[in-house]
């Protein structure tokens, strides 16, 4: 994979496929550990990055999947110069096993996920993702269903203060609703900036010292609900535990605590960290079961100074990795979790 995965915001800039920096490029390496004949799928393709070291690393093949149209596209010279050992699909990852099945690479050595929004989708205005450059109000990654001007100017303030608060962690919500709401009333949103504006006026302006937007926050909420990000998490994490054979390797990359305690908490569960009678299980789920994935490391990893001088927006990337054992998957109605 991967363009380099970033917050809500953006550059602005141009010719951003060839300045994409593959975020802890050499921890997913080391962590993956692709061999010769192994068969791995990138789950989030993106500009390619992550797909290109593996395949340079082995001689293996690698299936790559990525919701965003524009990125399969971009995609095509990568696939011809390493075919045949690359294949790149316009799919969902939470839909990895599937295709995998599809596509004959099934059982899988190897999963890799790099999560988020990349810097190649938040470089380009009219993608909407950007509250520093000027765009349509969309944040669709595949291009289709309900885009982020849709919900700010259809939903009732309460929903819209929840998905703030929720997606966003952004403890004024309440009051960016407020404002939201009321703009619309007199003319409905349909760029990026003046959403910005509304949401930086409701938190009182932004002052030229202030290093942090006032609508980051709300920004990465429409974006993880407009394209359910974090449901195509769990979905995909649950996919990976189906389609990996025993010995092979999961390996995510995540860039914000509600991403990171999502992996972290799969893990515990599927490697039986968490203890019965855990505040996690209910009551009847204090069963015995054989762990399905064993953690490889216990904190997540995280950048080195060497690469944040580089890509600064790489301090918030965090690694997670499992190997999957010989158990059959899990289930809810076994683990008593998702």
Same mark, same amino acid.
């Given at each position: ?12 800039t141009r ?8 975020v ?18 990138d789950?989030?393709f ?10 340079e690393?082995a001689d ?6 990525d ?10 010279a ?13 799919s ?8 995998a ?11 890799v996920?790099d ?10 205005a009219?993608?909407?993702?950007s ?23 259809t939903y ?27 703009r ?8 990026t900036l003046?959403?910005?504006e +509304?949401?930086? %006026? $409701?938190?009182?302006g #932004?002052r ?6 006032? &609508?980051?926050r709300?920004f990465q !909420? ?10 195509e ?19 995510v ?21 968490v203890?019965r ?7 009847n789920?204090n ?22 001088? +580089?890509?600064? %927006? $790489?301090?918030?990337? #965090? ?7 010989? &158990?059959?998957?899990?289930?809810? !109605? ?5």
């Open positions: 994979m991967t363009p380099r995965r970033e917050g809500p915001g953006g550059t602005g010719d951003v496929r060839s300045r994409h920096i593959p802890l490029l050499p921890q997913v390496l080391e962590t993956l550990r692709p061999r010769d004949g192994e068969r791995i799928i789950g989030t993106g500009a390619g990055g992550y797909t290109r070291a593996i395949l690393a293996c093949s690698v299936l790559a999947l919701r965003d149209p524009t990125a399969i596209a971009g995609g095509a990568l696939v011809a110069e390493f075919a045949p050992r690359l294949r790149v699909i316009q969902e990852f939470s839909n990895l096993d599937a295709v099945e599809r596509e004959g690479f099934s059982p899988a050595d190897g999963v996920l999560i988020g929004v990349s810097s190649m989708q938040l470089d380009e009219e993608r909407g993702f509250f520093q450059a000027d765009g349509p109000l969309d944040m669709r990654m595949s291009g289709a269903g309900l885009s982020a001007a849709d919900v700010v100017n009732e303030e309460t929903a819209i203060a929840d998905i703030l608060y929720q997606l966003g962690e952004e403890h004024k919500s309440r009051a960016i609703a407020r404002a939201i709401v009321k619309r009333s007199e003319q409905a949103f349909a760029r003046e959403l910005a +509304v949401v930086a %006026r $409701a938190l009182g #932004r030229h010292d202030q290093k942090v937007h006032p &609508a980051t709300t !909420a429409l974006r993880i609900y407009v394209n359910d990000e974090l449901g998490l769990t979905r995909a994490l649950h996919a990976a535990e189906r389609i990996l054979k025993p010995g092979g390797r999961l390996v990359v995540t860039f914000h605590s509600l991403e990171d305690r999502i992996v972290k908490q799969f893990l515990a569960v599927r490697s039986g960290r203890a009678g855990s505040r996690y299980l209910p009551d789920s069963q015995f079961y054989t762990p399905s994935f064993q953690i490889v490391n216990r904190r997540p990893l995280t950048s080195e100074k060497g690469e944040l001088d +580089v890509n600064p %927006r $790489a301090r918030s990337a #965090r690694l997670r990795a499992a190997v999957r054992t010989e &158990a059959p998957p899990l289930t809810d !109605a076994v683990t008593g979790i998702s």
